[in-house]
């Protein structure tokens, strides 16, 4: 019947192919990733080397032009980025619309999508100006709407940038500080959050990613395409995997529960997974939570918490999966969202905010994608199907049905 349906449309043959686990939809010069030696490079440079000399924003700069900044670019960029921390002040009044108790996540889809209503002489995707400053605009502002959407949570009032400090100093202080005090924060804890900034800047053709794209091939608008990246990365299979982990080591609660929720990791009939372990393309350790590891123990040490109860969860189930068959057989290593929401819960950061960190961490990287396409040849995109619904028939009137 397939068949028969398929040359009836003209449909001839495809590649048919779910999960997209072998079709490339694209060209791209931005991020490598070889999945089975654990190897991450953006512009050729290894994650590892990023994370370890250069810093969030000189890494968003690669990733939009391709090549590190000398040190007039940088300081360009930088000042650019500066200069657009603030939105239009009608984004508060945008804001009050929400629930009190709505999923920062929710939020962040439509005050992202929103700025596309207020910068209208930016939205000529044809202009390579217009895209440059719509990725300024959005790398600039996605910490100020980040710490607004959690502020709004809490029902306290939103903070101003401080644009002497620098980006993740300036994100902490948004969420954590007080309008009537200087900013305070921590040097450690700025320093951890740039690093899981850098370490989600970009990762190919994941599925927010390809989300971007593929809403950018229409020819929408960047803000619209980005707002549509948020909401693809809000799953639990993507982005919000680092909110589901620490709901699981919440759930686990205590480690002599640790053996029943592997059993149930491992049980096909059990929809359960454990959260934070597999990826679709890494068949080994993920080279960011190697270095997401790292800054976890630098973290847990400057706070005094080595020792607390969900990070040994956490060290244990770790363990676990290095030796068990089960995780071995199907190649299953923590992924980075293991690492960054138990860096994420000890610097304070709530866990619904967890997802909003990585949209604002892989913010460089969707524009990056997005401006590649846009600046090449590209077609719209458009997945073909194999239908298996019925064949052709007559309508059936009510009173025969
Ligand atoms: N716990 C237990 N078993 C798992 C897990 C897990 N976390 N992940 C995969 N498996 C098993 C599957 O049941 C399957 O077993 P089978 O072959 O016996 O049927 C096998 O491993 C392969 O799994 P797939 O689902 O086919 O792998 P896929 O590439 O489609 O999925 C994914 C990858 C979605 C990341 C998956 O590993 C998962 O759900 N992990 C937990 C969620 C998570 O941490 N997501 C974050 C991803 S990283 C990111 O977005 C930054």
Not at 17 to 42: M, N, Q, R
Not at 47 to 73: K, M, R, V, W
Not at 128 to 156: F, V, W
């Amino acid at each position: 019947d397939v068949i028969e349906v398929s040359a009836l449309t003209g449909n001839g043959y495809f590649t048919y192919d779910p999960g997209f686990v072998s079709t490339a939809a694209c060209e791209s010069k931005i991020t490598y990733i070889d999945g089975d030696k654990g190897i991450l490079l953006h512009g050729g440079y290894p994650i590892e080397q990023l994370a370890e000399q250069s810093d969030y924003l000189e890494t968003c700069f690669l990733l939009l032009y391709g090549e590190l900044p000398n040190a007039d670019q940088k300081e360009a960029f930088f000042n650019k980025v500066r200069m657009h921390t603030m939105v239009n002040d009608q984004m508060s009044t945008f804001f009050k619309g929400f629930r009190r108790d709505a999923h920062p996540m929710a939020i962040m889809c439509g005050v992202v999508g929103a700025l596309s209503a207020f910068y209208h002489d930016s939205l000529d995707i044809t202009d390579e100006k217009h895209r440059e400053i719509s990725a300024i605009r959005l790398i600039a502002k996605m910490p100020t709407l980040a710490a607004m959407t959690y502020k709004y949570t809490i029902g306290q009032p939103f903070m101003y940038p401080q644009n002497h400090l620098s980006y993740s100093e300036n994100f902490l202080h948004m969420m954590f500080g007080n309008p009537c005090e200087p900013s305070n924060v921590n040097p450690v804890l700025a320093k951890a959050m740039d690093k899981i900034f850098l370490l989600h800047a970009d990762h190919e053709q994941n599925a927010s990613t390809s989300t971007v794209r593929l809403a950018g091939s229409t020819g929408a608008n960047p803000f619209a395409c980005i707002s549509a990246g948020i909401a693809a990365l809000w799953g639990p299979s993507h982005g919000g995997a680092n909110e589901a982990v620490l709901d699981m080591l919440n759930e686990i609660g205590d480690a002599s529960r640790i053996d029943e929720f592997v059993a149930r990791a491992k049980d096909k009939d059990d929809p359960f997974r454990l959260m934070g372990f597999g990826h679709r393309v890494y068949k080994n350790f993920d080279p960011r939570a190697k270095v997401m590891k790292l800054a976890a123990d630098e973290v847990l040490a400057e706070l005094g918490l080595e020792n607390d109860p969900l990070l040994k969860i956490a060290k244990r189930l770790e363990q676990i999966a290095l030796e068990d068959e089960y995780f071995i057989d199907r190649k299953l290593y923590p992924n980075v969202d293991f690492y960054s929401g138990i860096i994420l819960k000890a610097i304070g950061i709530p866990t619904s905010m967890f997802t909003v960190i990585f949209a604002l961490g892989r913010t460089p990287g969707w524009i990056a994608h997005w401006n590649e396409m846009i600046s090449g040849s590209y077609r719209i995109g458009r997945p073909r199907q194999l239908y298996t619904g019925p064949v052709q028939r007559d309508f059936v009137s009510l009173d025969k049905r």
